[in-house]
């Protein structure tokens, strides 16, 4: 029986690639796609998901419009990682399925209160409003989920938006520090992990040379930004979200401990900081499973083999 998971999402270049492995895969079953502002507003992203669905031929599947704007105060995107349209290279046509009635918020909940307890899995890939406002709302949707897996953070690692935080707690910290606090059972893929997943061009070409249309697409979605470009080294691109859904699929590939981890909400300086206590000094108790260590060939591999299997 596939595991029936929810993906909330900003798409996104990396985005859009977790959405097609989740889609490749029979190990899960998308329930919806509920947007988030984040990498671009939420027109757009919600948009891009949408428009991802139809090219996967699975415009069926329900897309949300969640929050169009954070908890925290300041809005900041990735315009200059994901480009205008949010999908690098990737133009995709305008979706011709509509989005679904509805809020994304109440989506969530209404799910997590209608499924069997344990049984859904949630997947953020973006900033944490949605879940964050889920929470508010329904507290008791945190005792619901069998899973709460969050692209985020870092532990040892240094941020990606800032020197201290990345970029989905940046844009959102108050909201992260909700989720954190939540008691919901969370396991965090942070930038230590997602930075040893990098697209090489081999692996590009193996992608493309898969010979769909979707391979083709992920290839151009997997491109480094150009942001990147012009640095001297060979550019490569993290492909931070596709870990979340690679993490369910394939666990095995991944290595990490439980672990207290805390947000920083109120110094300007280190705002969206994860605080990762490994050595357990804080007195505070694990609320998350943080990864640090992935099978990086293995990933591809396994993103390879199921994106084969889409049209
Ligand atoms: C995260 O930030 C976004 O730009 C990516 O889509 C990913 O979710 C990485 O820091
Ligand atoms: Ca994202």
């Not at 929050?67 to 925290?72: F, G, V």
């Not at 938006?161 to 935080?165: L, N």
């Not at 150009?226 to 080294?233: E, S």
């Given at each position: 029986m596939p595991r029936p998971i929810i993906i909330d999402t900003d798409p996104g270049t990396d985005d859009a690639v977790a959405i097609l492995l989740a889609l490749a895969a029979?190990?899960?079953?998308?329930?919806g796609l509920v947007a988030v502002a984040g990498n671009l507003p939420l027109a757009m992203t919600e948009r891009n998901a949408r428009s991802v669905l139809e090219l996967a031929g699975r415009p069926e599947i329900p897309v949300y419009a969640g929050?169009?704007?954070?908890?925290?105060p300041g809005l900041v995107a990735a315009v200059h990682v994901h480009g205008e349209g949010g999908l690098g290279q990737l133009e995709l046509p305008p979706p011709r399925a509509v989005l679904a009635r509805g809020h994304g918020v109440d989506f969530l909940i209404e799910t997590l209160r209608e499924a069997a307890p344990r049984s859904v899995k949630v997947c953020v890939l973006g900033p944490l409003t949605n879940i964050a406002t889920a929470l508010v709302k329904a507290p008791e949707i945190a005792g619901r989920m069998a899973e709460l897996v969050v692209m985020g953070g870092a532990s040892y690692a240094l941020g990606n938006?800032?020197?201290?935080?990345e970029f989905n707690m940046h844009a959102d910290p108050f909201a992260a520090a909700l989720v954190f606090d939540s008691s919901a059972p969370i396991t965090m893929i942070p930038l230590d992990l997602t930075h040893q997943v990098l697209s090489t061009p081999e692996r590009i070409e193996r992608v493309r040379a898969l010979g769909n249309r979707c391979g083709e697409a992920a290839a151009m979605l997997m491109e480094p930004p150009?942001?990147?470009?012009?640095?001297?080294?060979r550019p490569t691109y993290a492909l931070h979200d596709p870990c979340v859904i690679a993490y369910l699929l394939a666990p095995e590939l991944f290595e990490g401990g439980e672990v207290n981890v805390a947000i920083e909400t109120q110094s300007p300086l280190t705002l969206g900081m994860t605080v990762v206590d490994w050595r357990g000094i804080s007195g505070r108790r694990p609320n998350a499973r943080v990864m640090t260590r992935i099978d990086a060939d293995g990933f591809y591999t396994l993103l390879t083999e199921r994106l084969a299997g889409l049209p």
């Open positions: 029979p190990e899960v079953e998308v329930m929050c169009p704007r954070p908890m925290s938006t800032t020197p201290a935080a150009p942001a990147r470009r012009g640095r001297g080294r």
